[in-house]
């Protein structure tokens, strides 16, 4: 017997897949571009009027620092206004996948003229106006340290809580710490996994000790599995012996002497490094960082000359300093381009969606991951099954993995001749 069944999006899913604190991005992109627009114009006029070519070049990239945030403040600002446009199949949240990849174009070719540039006058030295120009280096400076702290006070880390406490492996968050009310006070219960296997911790949180009771714990699973954990005393606290199996979500049954108390732990799974990362405030980021530090080997390389006369090292600056803008370019123009092509954006959760899906047997036989923005992913998953599952009871199963804004499910029902030769083929 085969058939095929899809679970697509409700008529009134959202589609809005923008990362966590846009607005706040948004505001402090702005804020930025007004204060660098105003430094590029000093440090460009500087430069010419004092013969730093590494002057002029910080200037240029400066200008084209202002221009990528003000690209990057665009692409914010068209995301939040067109979040709810129907035209927009996926949402907007790749917008600022779209201005990373160009703002890390441009990069890359202010990156080359500099270096074209840099290395002319190492074969044509000009003079060079130490006084004027060292000042403004350092104004320079000032002001790239000053945009940074701006936009990473505008809230763009990537380590979110998600709203219940974590302890564990990255990007693996567990409503893992439950407070319970005993007969002699209150105690905590959670998986503990920091750097270690995931076991079970009990502390008592009211004053009295657990070690005149005898502790176990019990975890029934929703297929009905049961294990049981012992309890030995270290001191602070009581943890199990054995090791729990994933995936943590269970009925926990807490026996403390002859009392038993129950609590519910469940597991949740978001997305990782660059499936969560916002590469639009990503790339206003490598603007000003790499703005830092050309500024900085600015200021080196002029107080050098200055001092010793070498007006070689001024050039060579710009050099490196082109080196360093080519490098952060490369790494931008890889990972948005990633996204834009639609690849794997975290194999980890692909595994694990592949073992939550064929844990009962059954076979995983397409599976499609992409991300629609920071922090949210689709994936299409394509299930072959002899059971008379819907493909509720799959979205079920995946409901875990927090980061799966949107997803389908494509059923397939066969034979167990036909799903074995499946899964021998």
């Known amino acids: 017997m085969t058939g095929s069944a899809s679970l697509k999006t409700p008529p009134f899913h959202s589609h809005i897949f923008l990362g966590e604190g846009h607005r706040t991005s948004e ?11 105003a430094m590029m114009v000093a440090e460009i006029l500087g430069g010419l009027l004092f013969g730093s070519i590494a002057l002029v070049a910080d200037g240029l990239h400066m200008s084209t620092h202002a221009g990528a945030l003000l690209l990057a403040a665009l692409a914010y600002t068209f995301a939040r206004r067109h979040a709810d446009d129907p035209n927009f199949t996926f949402g907007t949240g790749k917008i600022g996948d779209l201005a990373g990849f160009t703002s890390a174009i441009i990069l890359a070719m202010i990156a080359l003229l500099i270096g074209f540039e840099s290395f002319g006058r190492i074969l044509a030295p000009v003079p060079i106006h130490f006084a004027e120009a060292i000042p403004i280096a350092c104004l320079g400076l000032g002001v790239n340290i000053a945009s940074a702290r701006l936009l990473n ?15 564990g492996h990255e990007g693996s968050g567990h409503d893992d710490a439950h407070r319970i009310a005993t007969d002699s006070g209150s105690v905590r219960l959670e998986v503990f996994e920091d750097g270690v296997p995931p076991r079970f911790r009990l502390r008592s949180e009211s004053g009295f000790t657990l070690t005149e009771s005898a502790v176990t714990v019990e975890t029934m699973r929703p297929d009905g599995t049961r294990q049981l954990f012992t309890m030995q005393d270290q001191g602070a606290y009581r943890e199990s012996r054995e090791e729990i199996p994933e995936p943590h979500a269970f009925t926990a049954h807490l026996r403390i002497g002859s009392r038993s108390y129950q609590v519910e732990f469940e597991e949740h799974e978001h997305a990782v490094g660059s499936a969560h990362r916002d590469n639009n405030m990503r790339a206003a980021m490598i603007h000003v960082i ?18 010793f006369g070498w007006f070689w090292i001024d050039p060579l600056v710009g050099l490196v300093g082109a080196a360093v803008i080519a490098s952060w370019s490369y790494g931008l123009i890889r990972d948005t381009g990633a996204i834009l092509l639609d690849m794997n954006p975290d194999r980890r959760m692909a595994d694990n969606l592949r073992q939550a ?40 199963r995946l409901a875990r993995f927090k980061s799966l804004s949107h997803l389908t499910v494509e059923l397939r029902r066969v034979s167990a001749a036909d799903l074995s030769r499946t899964m021998v083929g």
Not at 290 to 307: E, K, M, P, Q, R
């Open 27 to 37: 505001r402090s992109t702005w804020a930025v571009i007004w204060l660098c627009g």
């Open 153 to 167: 006070s505008g809230g763009h880390s990537h380590g979110h809580t998600h709203g219940h406490e974590r302890h």
């Open 290 to 307: 790499a703005d830092a530090a050309v500024s900085a080997l600015v200021v080196v390389g002029l107080g050098f000359a200055a001092a």
């Open 357 to 396: 899906v064929e844990s009962e047997g059954d076979q995983l036989v397409d599976l499609h991951l992409w991300r629609l923005g920071p922090g949210h992913l689709a994936a299409i998953v394509s299930v072959m099954t002899t059971e008379a599952r819907d493909a509720d009871y799959y979205r079920g």
